[in-house]
């Protein structure tokens, strides 16, 4: 019985074994390229200037919904920074005509329904989710709130209020400092896109203000309504149409937005915060926009370069190798116009001119040879994936559509971009970092004690030291 338990366990082991060592070794396999084919939103045309993208989804009995207007932030005063969000705000929460601010979150909450609202820098949008069976309700209390916005004064002291503890609590984050304060060097401090709100302009936004904003830049403007869920798309493409019968849908403003150009000169700029025992750096320039015909490629060298993460240079160099730094890696922010090209890392003190060097030595690298097929391979493949599982929702590929719409981007984006990113050799990195990053033209920003960091960073160039501006 003995030796028959073993026969069986050699042989069992056996049939274990001889797969495996049949394997090929995994470097070696090859696999086919991810398919993508998009799903494709329905698309109707409710007018001039107004669009309907959705998606029918049966799977579960939930319907959501964004309406996106053209015009954001941009259309602020420029001494009452925040009146677009405030409006935007005051449309979901201050009420209707026909129901009080409370009543609206009692029935909301009774249907199991949420509308929010809420302003961007191009674009204002108004979000509504809602079971099937409430939808018709929810629905009418937003148009109710849309059409016949009460705007309650209590309500806009209250987002007041909220808005200005927000601004109290704009620096308790290092880094969000850093991505703050390194925009007003790129950009100046009095460019439209980086206008922040103040507790000064927020004091002086009053009743009168909320209802011009919605009056001039909200009400009639161009709409896109973005939809998926568990309805009929030409029922609900004639809801919208019933619902904004008279919407004027009017072109959107043409805004006067000077054209982006650098504003502090290359150089140190060291905001002193004494109380920090790290140090946040960020460095970088003007980039691109995102509708230039380089993108794919930008986004491939980036993704080499600090944006991928354990692959990229960057995470390997300062963080793995040399362990200067937790958070370290490079990206690219959009805009109306360029929007700024930036690497940071936030390090001990002591080692900020190390990190420091090692970033700005990897950029310059990157502009001098190409980088290798290896790496160019892993960004490609790194960059197909997370765009293809990014649109594999009903709901993300909708709203997407949508916003790309909005954008200006091609019909095609969505369907071409993986098969733009395959083509992209490693010259064409080097390309894209010639003509667009330049190592010798950087700001750097660095935030911390001045005391113990002007000495380490004025090897990179004179220091100007600044203290933190007031929230």
Sequence with gaps: ????????????????????????????????????????????????????????????????????????????????????????????????????????????????????????????????????????KTWEILMNLLLEPRFAPERLDLEKKKEIES????????????????????????????????????????????????????????????????????????????????????????????????????????????????????????GINRLDADIAESNVFNAIYGSGAFNSRLWREVRSNRGLAYSVGSQYSFSTDRGPFAARCQTGIGTAGEATALIRDALKAMTEKPPSEEEVALAKESLINVFVFSYQNAGRIVYQSGAQDFYGFPKDYMATYPDRIRKITADDCLKVAQEYLHPEKMVYFVLGPAQKLKEPMQTFGPVEVKPLPEP
């Design 167 to 286: 601004i109290l609590r704009r620096w308790d984050q290092p880094m969000m400092v850093g991505f703050t304060l390194f925009q007003d060097l790129v950009y100046g401090k009095d460019y439209p896109e980086v206008q922040r709100t103040t507790r000064k302009g927020l004091e002086a936004i009053g009743d009168k203000d909320i209802h011009q904003f919605y009056n001039d830049h909200l009400r009639n403007r161009a709409i896109i309504i973005a939809a998926t869920g568990d309805f009929s798309g030409a029922k609900l493409a004639d809801k919208i149409k019933t619902s904004f019968f008279g919407w004027k849908a009017q072109a959107p403003e043409k805004l006067d937005i000077p054209k982006a150009k650098l504003a502090a000169k290359p150089g140190i700029y060291l905001i002193d915060k004494p109380d920090m025992n790290q140090a946040v750096i960020m460095m970088g320039h003007l």
């Design 1 to 136: 019985m003995k030796i028959l338990k073993r026969f069986f366990c050699i042989v069992i082991a056996a049939a274990l074994v001889l797969p495996l060592a049949a394997q090929k070794d995994p470097k070696t396999l090859k696999y086919p390229d991810l398919e993508f084919k998009p799903l494709k939103p329905d698309h109707v045309s409710i007018g001039r200037n107004f669009d309907f993208y959705f998606k029918e989804n049966h799977e579960a009995p939930t319907i959501t919904l964004a309406i996106i207007i053209r015009g954001g932030s941009l259309l602020d005063p420029k001494d009452k920074p925040g009146l677009s969000q405030l409006t935007y705000q005051l449309l979901a929460t201050g009420g209707s005509k026909t129901l009080m601010p409370e009543q609206v979150e009692e029935q909301l909450d009774f249907l199991g329904s949420s509308i929010y609202a809420y302003s961007g820098t191009e674009y204002g949008q108004i979000q509504l989710s809602s079971l099937v069976k409430n939808f018709d």
